[in-house]
């Protein structure tokens, strides 16, 4: 998906790859402004407490952190949506800086979808997904799953366009 092409890093997306990543990096977004919430798990996976036995010490580290850690996080999901076409499929380019911080992003993202959907590291995902389809194809699930899959892809994709 993801290849060099100079100083940059392309990829032809379809509309609807564009629509999907559009959506989970608003999603992001909102999750990190008007959804934030230290009680929801996902929050707690992008945000972890550094002093899990000293409540004191933690609620001071947010204090000076946090609001940093967060701004960042929505600039990076920023990255995403700055980068996407507008309406249709087409090229996506990305300089070092925006493919970096496009990989933290999808990181993000799939944190998120991981925690939503309980995905476990020793959880097969092709496994899981065929047990979903079995399932019920026109679950949820398994649309949740598939987007979870594809950032991964996109990711492993962007990744290793950046080390070649």
């Known amino acids: 998906m993801f290849r060099r092409r100079g100083d940059r ?57 946090e609001g940093d850690l967060k701004t960042g996080k929505i600039d990076q999901a920023g990255a995403i949506l700055a980068a996407l076409p507008e309406s249709a499929g087409g090229e996506v380019q990305l300089d070092a800086e925006a493919a970096e ?13 991981g925690v939503r959907l309980e995905i476990r590291d020793e959880m097969d995902l092709g496994a899981e997904l065929d047990e979903a389809v079995a399932a019920d194809p026109s679950s949820s699930r398994v649309f949740q799953l598939s987007v979870y899959a594809y950032l991964g892809y996109l990711q492993e994709s962007l990744l290793n366009a950046m080390i070649d």
């Open 101 to 113: 911080a496009w990989l933290r992003a999808l990181n993000d993202a799939r944190l998120a979808m």
């Open 9 to 65: 890093y392309v990829a032809s997306l379809a509309v609807d790859e564009v629509r999907v990543l559009r959506k989970v990096a608003s999603e992001v977004v909102g999750l990190l402004t008007d959804g934030f919430d230290h009680s929801d798990p996902v929050v707690g996976r992008l945000f972890p407490e550094v002093y899990p036995d000293d409540s004191a010490d933690t609620a001071e580290f947010r204090q000076y952190t």
